[in-house]
């Protein structure tokens, strides 16, 4: 690896730290101002919508400035949302502040990996890449419960400053040059542009079966994170600085599925790893039957496995393909969109089913039946098209 690819993995490593740190201790702030409990999932609504409303414009954002600069820009924003918590502004508006922030980071920091690296080694990067986020959610989650419990004021104030020193990160950068920028930038071009770039990736057909998954793995695994500290709490009775380190017992096990898949998968097989997320699925389900937080925190680490096992090749694969067809910016734009809009469906349903009252049980197998049948669905396409 590049000397510059260890400093892009420290920024990226700190920011996803304060970024779910914030989330942990924003839910915290919520139950500290006795709002309803269906305000918990709003949180991750009001967080996803930026990545959806501003896909046109975050990938042409990302391909016309280096994106160390664009990654600094976008910090910025993320510090300006969370120094907003702190001064009184309701958690569920600040942190759709620090949305907009994460919206503009995301093409910057996955497709700078395409322009910093040759193809043969995005599988072992994204293995990097999400290893060093998924250690970002586990000790977020534990950091953000724990301080947050006692004291979520105060817990924000660290998550402000750690904002500022993932900036310092990025201005260490290497600067690229400038890839795929767009010849206008009028409105209507460029939303006409990432339709073009969005229709491009959805008619390819690895592009289509990877941002299938890759949709389905970040809706699912979101709102996964949202229903486990509510079943932990019914089901096994832990509060809050528990449940979330239960919670981080699948961020370490998508960790260890990741450094697997980089070490077997290849760019070329990476389709290959498909059934795993059908099995996924099935142990979801199997949380029901799970009274003993021992077992869970195996049943948990079990599910991170797999999902780190077949979703690292796919997202490999579809920034390669991408970066090809389309451009590293406009590409992760697109990817983002797709994503967080599954995100935004499956957490607003979560939400509806909390709002009506519905069991914690019940919903975890109507997740589980879901994922289940998405990815046999998923499976079937792909073996269509061999």
Do not use: C
């Amino acid at each position: 690896m590049r000397k510059g690819f260890y400093t892009l993995l420290a920024a990226q490593f700190l920011s996803a730290l304060a970024d779910n740190a914030l989330l942990f201790a924003a839910i915290a702030l919520l139950q500290q101002m006795h709002a309803p409990n269906w305000h918990k999932p709003l949180l991750l609504q009001f967080f996803v919508i930026s990545y959806i409303v501003l896909a046109p414009f975050v990938g042409s954002f990302a391909d016309a400035l280096p994106k160390g600069r664009v990654m600094f820009i976008s910090n910025g924003i993320k510090f300006m949302g969370s120094l907003a918590m702190i001064l009184g502004m309701p958690p569920l508006y600040a942190y759709g502040i620090v949305g907009i922030g994460a919206a503009a980071y995301s093409p910057a920091k996955y497709g700078i990996l395409t322009e910093l690296l040759p193809p043969e080694k995005l599988v072992s990067a994204n293995a990097w890449m999400e290893g060093s986020t998924v250690i970002a959610i586990i000790l977020g989650a534990i950091i953000g419960g724990k301080m947050a419990n006692i004291d979520p004021h105060g817990a924000i104030i660290a998550i402000t400053a750690l904002y500022l020193v993932a900036a310092g990160f990025n201005l260490f950068i290497p600067k690229l040059p400038i890839d795929h920028t767009i010849p206008k930038k009028n409105l209507f071009y460029i939303l006409r542009d990432f339709y073009s770039s969005f229709i491009a990736l959805w008619r390819d057909p690895q592009g289509q079966v990877s941002l299938s998954v890759t949709t389905l793995f970040w809706g699912a695994g979101a709102t996964l994170r949202l229903v486990v500290i509510t079943w932990a709490g019914v089901a096994l009775s832990l509060g809050l600085d528990h449940a979330t380190q239960l919670t981080a017992t699948v961020a370490l096990g998508v960790a260890l599925g990741s450094v697997i898949a980089a070490r077997y998968i290849t760019l070329e097989n990476s389709v290959k790893v498909l059934p795993a997320g059908i099995v996924m699925g099935m142990l979801v389900i199997a949380m029901v039957l799970v009274t003993d937080w021992h077992f869970a925190a195996i049943l948990l680490f079990t599910i991170g496995i797999l999902s780190g096992f077949f979703v690292v090749p796919l997202n490999a694969l579809l920034q390669h393909r991408g970066h090809l067809l389309i451009g590293a910016g406009h590409s992760i734009a697109v990817q983002n969109f797709n994503e967080n809009l599954g995100i935004l469906i499956l957490s607003g349903a979560y939400t509806l089913m909390v709002k009506a009252n519905l069991q914690i049980n019940h919903i975890v197998v109507i997740f589980g039946l879901f994922v289940i049948i998405s990815m046999s669905m998923i499976n079937r396409l792909y073996r269509r098209q061999m």
